[in-house]
Each structure stands twice: as C-alpha cells, then as structure tokens.
C-alpha cells in the first residue's frame, strides 16, 4: 500500500511518522512544494516553537478555536496537549510551560522540534520528496492519482493526506479542484490593526496588561494584554480579537471602531468605583499625576486629555460630570480602526476546506473516502498560544489512527479502501 501526505509541514510530517510507525509495510511518501520539509515550523514562536498550550484558563474550546472547537474536541480527546508533550520529550525535546500557559522547547529553539519530526519520519521508513508541488489530485475510484507542478511523472496512491496548510488566497486549493469540495473563503487570521489616531501612537512601547477590546456594533470582545505602537494597537488581546472576528472584519474591508476598556472592565459601575476610590484617598493630588494601578503615566495624561479634563486639575475639583467623561473614557474609549497590519506577526487562515466535507473522527472526505485532510488546510484555526500547531498534531494523529485501523492486519502491505 502507498500512503501519499502533501505537504511537509507541521500536521504532514507528523501524520508521516505516526502512519510510518503504525504500518510498517506500508510504503509512506511525502511531498512537499518547498526547498525543504518544515520551514514554518522553524520560525514558529519567533524561533522559539510554541508548540502547545496547558489550555488553563480556557473553559470553553471556542475561545481558542474560533473555528473547528467541534473538531477540535474530537482529536484532542485522541491526542491531547499532554500526550504532544510527552510525545516530544520521547522525542528528546523537553519542554517548560510559561506563566501564560504556552509550552516550549525546553532548549528554546524550534529546530529542536524540526529535528525530531525529522528523526521520527527517518526511523519510521517515510521518503520525503522536496521540489514535488502537487497540482491535481485525481480519484480514480480504487486509487488515487497525484500530478506535480512542472513534472511528466504522475504518482499513484491508496490513500491522500492533504495537509498543505493555510493559503490567504483560494488559488492554495486549486489542486482540489475537480474534487467538488466545499471550501470556506480563506482570509487572514492573527494580525494587529492600524488605528487612525497620531495621539494615540506617540504613546508606541506603552504595555497594558490587562484590557477589554471590543468591536463597535458586534459582540466581538477579548481580552488581555496590549501594545501600542506606530501603527496603532498589537499585543495578545488585539490578536485575539482579530482572530475571533477575522471573517467579519474582511467583509468590512477592515475598517471599524475598536473600543477599549483600560481597566479590563467595560462595567462604568466598576470603573467608576475606582475614580471615586482615587478622587476621595488623594484629593489634594494632581489628577494627572495619579494614574490607576496597570496604566502608565503617560497614557493617563492621554486619558485625562481624551476626557477634556485640565493638566492642573486636582482630584477634588473633578466634580461629578468630570467623574462621569473619566470614567466613560476608561470604560469604553472608541478609536477607529483603518486597517490591519500586514508585516510581522504569526498570522494564520480563516477557512479552507468546509468541515461539512469530513467525518469530524477521521477527517476522511465523506465524496472521497480514502482522502484525508490534516492541519490548516481545513476551516481549524486558532488564537495565539501554541494552539494552532497543537491543532495540527491532534488532527494528523487522528488521520493516522483512521488510516491504520483501516488497513489489514499485515501491517499495511494491503489496505481496504472503506469510507468511514
Ligand atoms: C511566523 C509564524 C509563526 C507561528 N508561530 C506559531 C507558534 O509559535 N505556535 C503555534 O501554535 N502556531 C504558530 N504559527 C501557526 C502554525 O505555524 C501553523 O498553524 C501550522 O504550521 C499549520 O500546520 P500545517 O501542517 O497545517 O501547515 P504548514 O506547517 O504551513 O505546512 C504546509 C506545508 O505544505 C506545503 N505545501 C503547500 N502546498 C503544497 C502543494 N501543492 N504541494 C506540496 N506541498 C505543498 C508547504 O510548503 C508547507 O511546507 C505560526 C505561523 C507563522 C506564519
């Protein structure tokens, strides 16, 4: 039997090693389109690979899969955060967990990551072929038929796994097409926006640890730490609202008002007890010279202005209409957004194949049984973290679960092809 994984990064290589592993008559190639296999996987978490999460803090999944929680409960029931640290310590990777959650290379160094899945694909018998970029996948009933961009010889194999990863354009696809799949409009994911106020950007390099982002008109919150910068805002909440309204904020040609709560709380109650808490322990004090606990000087003079209240105020001459613009400026302080910033950054895909066209256990195509789909190429994606690379070994464990279990007990010299 012969085993065909398209792509050589994250979910392919993984799916490679674990199919290699399971079926050792089986004959498991992978080709990639790219100089070398795992490329991305190399500049991951800044050439640190995030490669998972601990998933604390998280009490419901859709708050780190905006898309595929569903999915996504399924193979993390298989192939859990702790089974992928345990998987690449056995791999001679340790790892450390930071205070957020995120799980590292004990090393800090992706190419240890790189260099594992590469030793397993090696041990495992895999063949990786660099150059192959596949153009069309064709059924052809018992079997399927691969053919390569810029190359005469075509390929047959028992069984597909996609794992291509994400494509900002429908033109990452177009080697499904004649396969009639559903695809979901991919647009990008994990970006910082570009904000429309000189003001606010002369306070670049101003951190707040924790505030509560929200989009103007739509229920699109988040929550976290944020960065200003020349641009406008970054940091892991902006990040995460990105993500949780990637498809709406494409539709809106990435225009809106971003409302900020920079107390982490949009309850004017809360933030107008902690005003009223200042004005009475320091009413002889210069309003703008003290600023609430997490907000740096500078940004609370920028407040204080944005509230129209005066650089000599003190807090006792606030008075009750000034309590009220202060505090609304805390609560719910309305910037707009110009556009999303396209440097730098993790960024990932909203979309690609519609996961009406799988079964959610073995991400087998329900028109082609024998073809599976693995990582960001499906409609999967995540917020920061370590999320996503935690998606794509979950989802490559589960294809190569169904795969194996699908296939005779000669160690996959033979294989049923059966739709499950
Ligand atoms: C800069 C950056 C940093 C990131 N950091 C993190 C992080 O720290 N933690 C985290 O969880 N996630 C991170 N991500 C996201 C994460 O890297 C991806 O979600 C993950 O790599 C997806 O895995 P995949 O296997 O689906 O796709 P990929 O890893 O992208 O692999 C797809 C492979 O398929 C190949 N390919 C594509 N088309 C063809 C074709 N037609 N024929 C043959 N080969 C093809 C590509 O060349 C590529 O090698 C980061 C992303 C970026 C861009």
Not at 395 to 403: L, Q, R, S, T
Request: net charge neutral; glycine share 12%.
């Amino acid at each position: 039997m012969r085993i065909a994984v398209v792509g050589a990064g994250a979910a392919g290589c993984f799916c490679a090693a674990a199919l290699g592993r399971r079926l050792p008559g089986a004959e498991v190639v992978v080709f990639e389109g790219g100089r070398k296999p795992l490329a991305k996987v190399a500049i991951t978490g800044g050439g640190r690979c995030n490669f998972t999460n601990t998933f604390e803090g998280i009490d419901r999944l859709e708050e780190a899969y905006p898309r595929g929680a569903r999915l996504m409960k399924r193979a993390l029931m298989r192939f859990s955060q702790e089974d992928t640290r345990l998987w690449f310590e056995r791999e001679g990777v340790p790892s450390v967990v930071m205070d957020d959650g995120c799980v590292f290379p004990q090393s800090q160094d992706a190419m240890d990551i790189v260099r594992a899945l590469e030793r397993a694909m090696r041990a495992a018998g895999v063949k990786v072929r660099c150059g192959h970029r596949v153009s069309s996948i064709k059924d052809l009933g018992d079997r399927f038929r691969i053919s390569f961009e810029g190359l005469e010889e075509t390929l047959e194999a028992d069984k597909v796994v996609v794992t291509t990863g994400g494509s900002p354009t429908p033109a990452g696809l177009s080697m499904l097409a004649g396969l009639d799949l559903e695809t979901v409009a991919p647009v990008p994911s994990l970006f910082t926006f570009n904000i429309g106020d000189e003001a606010l950007k002369t306070l670049m390099g101003t951190v707040v640890t924790d505030a509560l982002l929200g989009l103007a008109g739509t229920g699109f919150k988040a929550q976290g730490a944020l960065l200003v910068t020349d641009w406008g805002v970054s940091g892991p909440a902006v990040l995460k609202l990105s993500s949780y309204a990637a498809r709406h904020l494409s539709e809106n040609g990435y225009k809106g008002t971003l409302n900020i709560s920079w107390l982490g709380t949009a309850n004017e109650g809360e933030c107008m007890a902690a005003v009223k808490e200042m004005a009475s322990s320091e009413p002889r004090k210069l309003l703008v010279s003290t600023a609430p606990e997490g907000l740096s000087g500078r940004l609370w003079r920028h407040l204080a202005a944005r509230a129209g209240l005066r650089d000599d105020l003190r807090w006792a001459e606030l008075g009750q209409r000034g309590a009220a613009r202060l505090t609304a400026t805390l609560a719910c302080d309305a910037y707009p957004i110009t556009g999303r910033c396209r440097f730098k950054d993790e960024f990932v895909t909203c979309g690609g194949i519609s996961l009406s066209e799988v079964s959610l256990n073995t991400l087998e195509s329900k028109k082609h049984p024998g073809l599976h789909f693995a990582g960001e190429v499906l409609d999967v994606d995540a917020i920061t973290g370590g999320f996503n690379l935690q998606a794509a070994w979950s989802m490559a464990y589960a294809v190569a679960e169904a795969i194996s279990s699908t296939c005779n007990g000669d160690g996959g010299g033979a294989c049923r092809r059966i739709s499950s």
